[in-house]
C-alpha cells in the first residue's frame, strides 16, 4: 500500500470515529441540578478502579519509587531527558488541537517549541524552548471538543489510562488517528515514543508520590475523591487560567451553616 | 473570692468563645486590603518556614500551625459534616472542631512538604459574592508553576481563608466527600469519627 492511501484510509476512518464518538460523547448530558459529579457508570468506574488500584500497588508505585531513589532530590536527568523526549514528541498533535480550537498564538508556540527542541534540543531530549521563556502548553482533542461546545458527559475510570470523562475518552480516540508524527514516524520510531510516553507517566507517579498516595491509599472512599479531584481540576485547566472565580460553583459554608 | 471572680471571669469567656466559635459575629465589610494582608502573611510566613532550613519534622509542625492559625477552622469544620451537623450536639461539635483542627493541619501541612525548596507568589484579588478570592502562584523545585487561591471571609469576627483550591481542586468539596466517606465506614457514629480524627491526617 502507498504511503497516501494508507493515509487517505487513516483519514476517513479517523472522521467516521469522530463522528461516531461525537454521538457518543452527545449521549450523556448531567441533569441541570446533578451538582459537580454526573456518573451514570459508577459501579463498573468502581469496578475498573480497583483494577488500576491493584496495578498502581504492584507496579506503578514500586517501579516509581525505585526509579525515584531519594525521594527529596532533584529528579535526575536521565529522568527530565526521558520526559522532556515523550513530551516533544506530542507537540506536533498539540498545535494542531490548538489550531481546530482557533488558538493561532498557541498552536505558533508548540509549533516553535518542536522545531527548536527537536534541533538544537538534540531529538527533543533537551528543552531549549523553554529555557528560551517558550513553557511547555498541554492541550489534547478532549480540550477542543471543549472549546466547540461538546458537553463534558458522564465521568469515566478507563483501566490503566486512569480518571476520564466521556468528552475526553472521545479525544483520546481522535487524538491516537490524528497525530501529525504519526504517518512519519517509522514502528520502531513509534515503539521508542511510546515507551518514552510510558517511562515519563512512571517518573510522574514518582514525583507527586505523596500526593496520589494520600488520595488512592489514606481516603476513606479513593474512588470518589480521585473522581472529584479530577473533575475538579480537569475543569479548571480547560477553563483557562484567566477565568473569573464562578458565583455558580462557589461553595459558601456561612450560608449553609448559618444560613445568613 | 478573688479566685473565684477569675475563675468565673474565665469561664465565661470560655463559653463566649466556644458560642463564637459555632455562631460567627455579622460581617463586618472586609476590605479587599484585609483579604490581600491575611494571604501575603500567610505566604510569608509559609515562605519563612521553607526557607528556615529546619529539619522537616519541625517545618511540619510549623505548616500545621500556620494552616490552624489562618484558616475558619470551626466553618470549615462544620461544613464538611455535611446534615449530619444538624444533629449534633454542642458538646460533640465542638470535640469535632477540635479534633478536625489537626486533621486537616495534619493533611494539608503535609502538602505544603511540597514546597519545600520553592516559593509562593501573590498575584491577584478578586472580589466573589461578599467575600474575597486570594490568588498565589506556587514555584516549586522541578515543576510547573500552579495556583493556589485562597477565599477569604471576616464572618468568623476576623479575616481568616475559609477554602483553599490547588489547581481547581475545592478544599471544601473534597473534606465533605471524604467526611461523609468516613462517616459511612462508621455507621454514621460522630463520636467514633471524633477519636479516630484525631490521629488520622
Redesign the interface.
Known amino acids: 500500500m502507498t504511503r497516501d492511501a494508507r493515509h487517505e484510509r487513516r483519514s476517513v476512518a479517523a472522521a467516521t470515529l469522530v463522528a461516531a464518538l461525537l454521538a457518543l460523547a452527545g449521549c450523556s448530558v448531567a441533569p441541570e441540578d446533578a451538582g459537580p459529579v454526573h456518573d451514570p457508570y459508577e459501579a463498573q468506574n468502581r469496578a475498573v478502579h480497583d483494577f488500576n488500584r491493584g496495578v498502581d500497588r504492584a507496579v506503578l508505585r514500586p517501579v516509581s519509587r525505585s526509579f525515584r531513589g531519594d525521594p527529596e532530590a532533584e529528579p535526575s536527568d536521565l529522568a527530565v531527558v526521558v520526559v522532556n523526549f515523550g513530551e516533544n514528541l506530542g507537540a506536533p498533535q498539540q498545535a494542531v488541537n490548538r489550531l481546530l480550537q482557533g488558538d493561532l498564538r498557541r498552536a505558533g508556540r508548540n509549533a516553535l517549541r518542536f522545531t527548536l527542541n527537536t534541533t538544537l534540543g538534540f531529538g527533543g531530549l533537551f528543552d531549549v524552548a523553554g529555557d528560551m521563556g517558550l513553557a511547555p502548553d498541554d492541550t489534547d482533542f478532549g480540550e477542543t471538543l471543549y472549546v466547540w461546545g461538546v458537553p463534558e458527559g458522564a465521568y469515566q475510570e478507563l483501566p490503566l489510562l486512569g480518571p476520564s470523562t466521556e468528552r475526553r475518552t472521545a479525544g483520546r480516540v481522535v487524538d491516537i488517528f490524528t497525530d501529525p508524527l504519526g504517518s512519519v514516524l517509522s514502528t520502531e520510531q513509534r515503539r521508542a515514543a511510546a515507551a518514552a510516553r510510558l517511562a515519563g507517566r512512571v517518573i510522574e507517579r514518582g514525583r507527586y508520590g505523596g500526593a496520589v498516595d494520600s488520595v488512592l491509599y489514606d481516603s476513606a472512599d479513593s474512588y470518589a475523591q480521585t473522581r472529584l479531584i479530577y473533575l475538579q481540576n480537569r475543569r479548571f485547566e480547560l477553563a483557562g487560567e484567566d477565568a473569573a472565580p464562578s458565583e455558580a460553583d462557589f461553595t459558601d459554608p456561612y450560608e449553609d451553616l448559618y444560613g445568613e | 473570692m478573688a479566685n473565684d471572680l477569675t475563675r468565673r471571669g474565665t469561664l465565661a469567656a470560655l463559653a463566649g468563645g466556644a458560642a463564637l466559635a459555632l ?2 459575629r ?2 463586618q465589610a472586609l476590605t479587599e486590603a484585609q483579604a490581600r494582608d491575611l494571604v501575603q502573611s500567610l505566604v510569608d510566613d509559609i515562605n519563612a518556614v521553607i526557607a528556615s532550613g529546619k529539619p522537616e519534622a519541625a517545618m511540619y509542625r510549623d505548616f500545621e500551625r500556620i494552616f490552624a492559625t489562618y484558616a475558619d477552622v470551626p ?2 469544620a ?2 464538611t459534616l455535611g446534615v449530619d ?1 444538624r444533629a449534633a450536639t454542642d458538646a460533640q461539635k465542638r470535640a469535632y472542631i477540635d479534633a478536625f483542627r489537626g486533621y486537616i493541619a495534619r ?1 494539608y501541612g ?2 505544603f ?2 514546597f ?1 525548596g520553592g516559593r509562593l507568589e501573590m498575584e491577584g484579588v ?1 472580589r ?2 461578599s ?1 474575597y ?1 486570594v490568588r498565589t502562584t506556587a514555584y516549586l ?4 508553576p500552579f ?1 493556589v ?1 485562597f477565599q477569604v ?1 471576616d ?1 468568623s469576627g476576623e479575616p481568616r481563608f ?2 483553599m ?1 490547588i ?4 478544599m ?3 473534606e465533605r ?2 467526611i461523609g ?2 462517616l ?2 462508621r455507621g454514621r457514629d460522630l463520636d467514633r469519627l471524633i477519636a479516630d480524627l484525631r490521629t488520622m491526617g
Open positions: 455562631a460567627p455579622a460581617a466553618t470549615v462544620l461544613y451537623g493533611k503535609a502538602r512538604r511540597d519545600i478578586r466573589i459574592k467575600y478570592q523545585r522541578g515543576e510547573d495556583f487561591d471571609s464572618r475559609f477554602n483550591f489547581e481547581g481542586v475545592n471544601l468539596l473534597t466527600e471524604e466517606a468516613m459511612d465506614r
